[in-house]
Nanobody
Framework: QVQLVESGGGLVQAGGSLRLSCAASGRTVSSYTIGWFRQAPGKEREFVAAISGNDRTMSADSVKGRFTISRDNAKNTVYLQTNSLKPEDTAVYYC???????????????????WGQGTQVTVSS
């Protein structure tokens, strides 16, 4: 079993930055794909970025060039650095872990077994 806890969200002005953290416990996740998703009010949860067990990364077109995913295996933590934030980035951000170790970077929620509780990011204009 994997437990995930997100942190680092908050209120920021447009153009600002936040670093979101996803701390894992219960299992070492260095070889697991970890994904970040977000959900705005009234909208479906959408893929943001993911990093595979061999550090292959993928990000959504809407955040390319602005968001960067990375991991610190010593801390069993994955980060999402968010820069040049826009009001449309406002959402609850969730991290998720794949069912098993692997090197794919799935973009659908069904491919992830473990989820955190989320952290709110609000970007004011």
């Amino acid at each position: 079993q994997v437990q995930l806890v997100e942190s680092g969200g908050g209120l920021v002005q447009a153009g600002g930055s936040l670093r979101l953290s996803c701390a894992a416990s219960g299992r070492t996740v260095s070889s697991y794909t970890i994904g970040w998703f977000r959900q705005a009010p009234g909208k479906e949860r959408e893929f943001v970025a993911a990093i595979s067990g061999n550090d292959r990364t993928m990000s959504a077109d809407s955040v390319k060039g602005r968001f960067t995913i990375s991991r610190d295996n010593a801390k069993n933590t994955v980060y999402l650095q968010t820069n040049s934030l826009k009001p449309e980035d406002t959402a609850v951000y969730y991290c998720a872990a794949d069912y098993r170790p692997g090197n794919t970077v799935p973009t659908t929620t069904a491919r992830y077994a473990y989820w955190g509780q989320g952290t709110q990011v609000t970007v004011s204009s």
